[in-house]
């Protein structure tokens, strides 16, 4: 079983609707992620969280949500959703600092698109 | 703040060929550097990384990159490419004890591998 799983993997939805993608991990990591990847543009930062009580916003936060529900999820929320939010959502954990592997361990993608 | 520059958001080359995607980075602070591929419906599997250890890095599939701070590089190689290597390969820093704050990606390069 993946270590870090999305919920939907697709998911097509009108403007001003609300929608949530939700994450959840088996690899007991306090440090979880949410990325945008847009085509040419790389994967930008969009919230992250130290633990169920730390919540960050990252590069491009304007529009988005986030809720930390326990350790194991994390929960990316558009309000109301615009066609340029159009891309594919990674979540993310990462290994403690105190272990020195530095990685982070990447889902399988939830491809939204807003018409 | 960090930044990653990979250029050439195509490379082609012939099946047998050596690999070289390049990256540049920028930061202010000793970096953390990372490369991940990303196979056509996937997610983002780490290669390999650099924290400051040996700058020569090995990493899967007989991928490897060389820490090079007097020209802030951190080009990717590989001798002899395979048609499974055909992927899109992201360049990412962090400065932040190895990425706890979130990584920073490249816009990626897109590799083609010629039969």
């Known amino acids: 079983d993946a270590d870090v799983t999305q919920t939907p993997r697709n998911r097509i939805t009108k403007t001003g609707k609300r929608i949530m993608l939700e994450c959840s991990q088996t690899?007991?990591?306090?440090?979880m992620y949410w990325y945008r990847q847009d085509p040419g543009l790389g994967l930008r930062l969009i919230y992250y969280s130290f633990d169920v009580k730390d919540i960050n916003k990252g590069e491009i936060s304007d529009g988005y949500s986030v809720s930390r529900q326990a350790q194991a999820k994390f929960s990316l929320s558009l309000e109301s959703a615009i066609p340029n939010q159009t891309a594919l959502y990674f979540c993310?954990?990462?290994?403690?600092?105190?272990?020195?592997?530095?990685?982070?361990?990447f889902g399988p993608g939830t491809r939204l698109t807003v018409t | 703040a960090q930044s990653v520059t990979q250029l050439g958001s195509h490379v082609s080359v012939s099946e047998g060929a050596l690999v070289l995607l390049r990256c540049n980075y920028s930061s202010s602070v000793p970096p953390y550097l990372f490369w991940y591929v990303q196979y056509p419906n996937q997610g983002l599997q780490l290669l390999l990384k650099y924290t400051s250890a040996a700058t020569l890095v090995k990493g899967i599939n007989d991928f490897e990159a060389e820490f090079k701070k007097s020209e802030t590089s951190f080009h990717l190689t590989k001798p002899s490419a395979h048609m499974s290597d055909a992927a899109e390969y992201f360049c990412?820093?962090?400065?932040?004890?190895?990425?706890?704050?979130?990584?920073?990606f490249g816009k990626g390069t897109h590799l083609i591998i010629q039969p």
């Open positions: 993310a954990t990462s290994d403690p600092p105190r272990t020195g592997l530095y990685e982070q361990y």
């Open positions: 690899k007991g990591h306090d440090r």
């Open positions: 990412a820093v962090s400065d932040s004890g190895g990425g706890a704050d979130g990584l920073t």
